[in-house]
């Protein structure tokens, strides 16, 4: 192993996450209806399936857009030959107009301040690269997205720092909140060079209030640091409060007009076709930026990462079909609505209930009375129980970095109504035969109330990371027959 790199042999990655580990674990028992009716439903993937129709439909009515042609003249060798990086500007051009639609026109954006890369991943990682090097800290609220440790940190050498979010104000960020984080941060020794949020929210699946966008902007401006809103879920608000873009939050702002304030170069936007409109093979992600070095850093660093022209000049087609586009915006968004519905009463008919959501692919759900113990060694106990005994791969809070342990992410949108159906009557069977020995708290002196509503956990977190790191163990394919026999 000596002649491999430091890079290639760390462990920092985060792939050893409970959140990958359930993907692992369902794809070598996945459900399907007739083939393995009794396989592992796959709940932990945020994937939008719910609108494949309205695409097929349309690649259906233009063939000529599928099939590389442009007024019925094949353009295979144009789109097959080298492609300047900077991307095909007919497709900028139609993202740009997506983004602005998605937000209702009330805010609009520029195509020369886009950069595309390969997916939103490519583009996290695009943009910490050229804001932020080893010993500078990203400030993060929790819970958030697992994949954050994999593409701000893995290769950057950057640092995350969490700002601490609870459910006593339904994990809204606090101002106490982001000066601990940032104080924090400086105990360590790390120069912090960032906010970085999710709006509407992975995985809590909520759209930030106003006061908070607020808030964040405030604070930046006060620090003299970066804001960085990932807002690749932007589409996917089905019921109010509406989604709101930090570039509309500036726009509203008198201490932000772009003449009298620099904070307009420092305030980036992550997007992406993934989620909505349920894309992520396409691996289509976008940075946008007024800052015009970090567009033009960001643009060299995508030779890295390129969306392919036969991609581009598909979707830059699609993208450009405003008919088609309204339609699709407004029934996905209707679907998504109807299905979240349904998780949510089925959850509930189990006796588990979720945070109040309004956006994104999946819940944020509440099993703090189903644990043993307020602790996070007993949230994965009772996750190992749910991915083997109910066959359902759903995330823990833990992985999402939540500091209370009980919460899980569901994903509801990858899957058919029956399927859902089928999850929502495992679970409901499972918590009937379950809740009444796990309701019983064996903390010792805890009492019942203090158990429903556990305000604190009783581990710190590295007392939580070492347990997980057990957990990976167990989770190799030579503990499974213990993992099932439990």
Not at 149 to 155: A, C, N, S, T, V
Not at 233 to 255: A, H, M, N, Q
Not at 283 to 303: H, L, P
Not at 304 to 332: C, P, R, W
Request: a neutral charge; one cysteine or more.
């Amino acid at each position: 192993m000596g002649i491999l790199s430091k890079k290639a042999t760390c462990n920092s990655h985060g792939q050893d996450s409970s959140y990958f580990l359930g993907w692992q674990e369902y794809e070598k028992n996945p459900y399907h209806e007739s083939l393995n009716p009794s396989g592992i439903i796959q709940m932990g993937l945020a994937e939008n399936q719910l609108s494949f129709d309205l695409l097929e439909s349309w690649i259906a009515q233009n063939p000529d857009a599928a099939g590389f042609k442009r007024d019925g003249q094949s353009i295979f060798r144009e789109l097959a030959l080298f492609q300047d990086y900077h991307g095909l500007p007919a497709f900028k051009e139609a993202l740009v107009e997506f983004m602005s639609e998605i937000r209702g026109k009330r805010v609009g954006f520029d195509p020369r301040n886009i950069v595309l890369t390969a997916g939103a991943t490519s583009a996290n990682e695009a943009l910490m690269f050229c804001l932020a090097e080893a010993g500078d800290a990203i400030l993060i609220p929790t819970p958030y997205y697992p994949g954050f440790d994999r593409d701000l940190k893995w290769r950057t050498g950057a640092e995350i720092v969490p700002i601490q979010c609870t459910s006593s104000n339904g994990f809204k960020i606090t101002a106490s909140a982001l000066e601990e984080a940032y104080a924090t941060a400086h105990r360590q020794n790390l120069r912090v060079k960032a906010v970085l949020v999710t709006n509407p929210s992975n995985p809590l699946g909520t759209t930030m209030s106003e006061d908070e966008l607020n808030l964040l902007v405030t604070f930046v401006i006060s620090k003299g640091i970066h804001l960085v809103s990932d807002e690749i879920y932007s589409g996917t608000v089905f019921s109010s409060p509406s989604f709101k873009s930090i570039v509309e939050v500036l726009s509203e702002r008198p201490d932000c007009r772009q003449s009298a304030s620099d904070v307009w170069d420092r305030v980036h936007i992550v997007y992406s076709l993934s989620k909505d409109l349920g894309l992520p093979g396409f691996r289509v992600g976008a940075i946008y930026s007024s800052n015009r070095a970090v567009v033009e850093a960001a643009t060299k660093m995508s030779s890295f990462g390129l969306v392919s022209s036969q991609t581009q000049y598909f979707l830059s087609a699609m993208l450009s079909d405003k008919k088609f586009t309204g339609h699709y915006i407004a029934e996905n968004r209707r679907r998504l609505g109807q299905r979240h519905e349904s998780l949510v009463r089925g959850l509930r008919e189990a006796g588990i209930r979720c945070l109040d959501s309004n956006a994104g692919l999946f819940c944020w759900v509440d099993m703090r009375h189903l644990l043993k113990s307020n602790t996070f060694e007993a949230e994965i106990e009772l996750w190992k129980k749910i991915v083997y005994e109910v066959r359902l791969n759903i995330s823990p809070g833990s992985s999402c970095h939540c500091t209370e342990p009980g919460w899980f992410r569901v994903c509801f949108a990858n899957m058919t109504e029956e399927t859902l159906g089928l999850s929502m009557r495992r679970i409901k069977e499972f918590v009937a035969a379950y809740s009444g020995a796990a309701s019983t708290p064996s903390c010792g002196g805890c009492g019942g109330d203090e158990m429903r509503n556990h305000r604190h956990h009783s581990k710190g977190s590295s007392g939580k990371n070492k347990f997980l790191n057990k957990w990976v163990f167990r989770l190799s394919p030579s503990h499974r027959r213990e993992a099932d026999d439990r």
